[in-house]
């Protein structure tokens, strides 16, 4: 293990054990139920997607979660995922599709960072990968909803947790992701279409949680 890797994985532990031990009061921080998300959003029309198992939502350990397909003008459609946690604490965190994704047959072919501006200005990043399953391969968009933050980063997510509830008693995020399909070899053209609906389903996300 080089010096970089293990310097984050201690990182990792840091947070994550500071996090078990700060978080410990203030619950969920929803203004409005996840699914008061409007299924028109502009040029875009969505449909709710099948619940997961009551297994699969165990293993999320989310507070609540959004499971839907939006298209929009050019008809691919548009998977969108939010996973919301109230309290980070051991067993009840956000999953990071890094590791999710592989452990469902995705294999990442490229990892990126996107920049996204965030409604009001404010700058925001977000992870973008090209994965692939058998012949099938998709772009995948996900960011972590901090506190007004959008961070695409993983230990730096958990930093701000850790951050916010030493300093508020918050440890509340959610997990936002849309996937879509790459048609033929038009991964940019996938891009385009995944972050086109990022941009405009942004300004929503301030009235679901603080």
């Known amino acids: 293990m080089n010096r970089t890797r293990a310097l984050a994985v201690i990182a990792m532990i840091a947070v994550t054990g500071g996090l078990a031990q ?3 009061t203030r619950g969920p921080q929803l ?3 996840l699914s008061s998300l409007p299924l028109d959003l502009g040029a875009w029309t969505g449909s709710d997607g099948a619940p997961f198992d009551d297994e699969t939502v165990r293993i999320l350990g989310a507070d609540e979660y959004l499971n839907r397909s939006y298209a929009g003008s050019s008809g691919v459609p548009v998977d969108l995922y939010i996973a919301y946690y109230g309290r980070q604490q051991p ?3 956000i999953h990071s599709p890094l590791h999710c994704l592989p452990g469902t047959g995705w294999e990442p072919l490229d990892i990126a960072s996107v920049a996204i501006a965030q409604p009001g200005g404010a700058a925001g990043e977000a992870r973008r990968l090209v994965v692939r399953k058998n012949g099938d391969r ?3 968009i996900y ?3 901090v506190h007004g933050r959008m961070i695409a980063n993983e230990i730096a997510s958990k930093a701000w947790l850790l951050h916010d509830s030493l300093r508020f008693q918050r440890s509340d995020a959610a997990l936002v992701r849309i996937v879509v399909p ?3 070899t038009a991964i940019d053209a996938a891009q385009r279409e995944g ?3 990022a941009h405009d389903v942004l300004p929503y996300l301030p009235h679901l949680w603080s």
């Open 31 to 33: 203004h409005a139920q």
């Open 195 to 197: 972050l086109a609906f």
């Open 182 to 184: 790459v048609q033929g």
């Open 91 to 93: 067993g009840a965190s």
């Open 143 to 145: 960011w972590y909803a």
């Open 138 to 140: 998709a772009v995948v």
């Open 22 to 24: 700060a978080a410990r």
